[in-house]
């Protein structure tokens, strides 16, 4: 279950009794079913669908800005964990999809889009 402080509009999450994943849409969806709410994992496959690719050399996940050549809008390491300009661990590690929507929402001031 995922607390629902952590929630809001926008969001992925799966569905506890069928396992389908779904965006809420509304703020009376987190109230009224947030009982049969599961995260949805980070996986390479998700990081992926939002325009995350490892970069084989510094060993990381990037998602590179939409203007090329200005550099990443953001970093994780193989573990998910968040990093700085010096590909350094920031304290911040991301288990869910939510937990990333959130962070990148904080950080950047924009959603983060599924480009795949």
Known sequence: MIPLYELRIGNWIMNNNSGAYYQIKKGIDIDHHSNSFLPVPITPEVLGKYGFSFHDYFKVWQKNKT???????????????????????IGVELKSLHQLQNLYFLLKGKELEMTK
């Open 67 to 89: 203007i090329p050549g200005t550099g990443p809008d953001m970093e994780l390491d193989r573990d998910f964990w968040v990093l700085n300009f010096s590909h350094q661990r």
